[in-house]
């Protein structure tokens, strides 16, 4: 068995929201960013691999808005970032204390890797997704892009002021993990 252990500087975590809704163009597509997690992986000698490990929700920053395909830093005040990560951080993810984690467990088998991911209220949400992968010297990268509901993880649709709009049921992740081979 090897095991192996995310290299978060060489790694990218973002998470990509949609606003839906009679009023949705008031309101942002999003992209969010991990910024650390801590993840370890096994490979059995049959090629399957389990990823299991977690992220704190703190680790967790508004980028900017999405506006066709391109992030636009410059439309989000610091107000607006910190006010969207509250209401992502309890509403979304269930977490309002600053010490919550999500957990991360998934399975590599071939080139499909399944994914669930567990927030502090219980609840979870599950995806799947054709990944590449590259070997290199001591590390593995994997590449892929995963949905996961949101009424999942949250237990309910999650809603801007007044019910204008709301987060549309799926969050993109898109991954570019590095691990390196643990010794």
Do not use: Q, Y
């Amino acid at each position: 068995m090897s095991h192996f252990v995310l290299d978060a500087s060489a790694s990218k975590l973002h998470l990509f929201t949609f606003a839906e809704g009679l009023f949705a163009r008031l309101a942002h597509d999003l992209r969010l960013t991990v910024t650390e997690a801590s993840l370890t992986a096994e490979r059995a000698p049959s090629g399957e691999a389990k990823v299991h490990g977690s992220f704190p929700l703190s680790a967790i920053r508004v980028d900017g808005v999405m506006k066709d395909g391109t992030l636009r830093e410059d439309v989000l005040s610091a107000k607006d970032c910190a006010e969207i990560l509250e209401k992502m951080r309890s509403e979304v993810f269930g977490g309002a204390r600053s010490d919550a984690t999500l957990k991360v467990e998934g399975t590599l088998t071939g080139d499909t890797f399944r994914l669930v991911v567990s927030g502090p209220n219980g609840r979870s949400s599950s995806g799947s997704a054709k990944v590449t992968g590259a070997s290199g010297e001591g590390s593995e990268t994997v590449h892929g892009t995963i949905e996961l509901s949101v009424r999942e993880l949250s237990g309910h649709d999650v809603k801007g002021p007044l019910g204008a709009f709301r987060i549309a049921d799926h969050v993109r992740v898109a991954f570019d993990a590095k691990f390196n081979v643990v010794p």
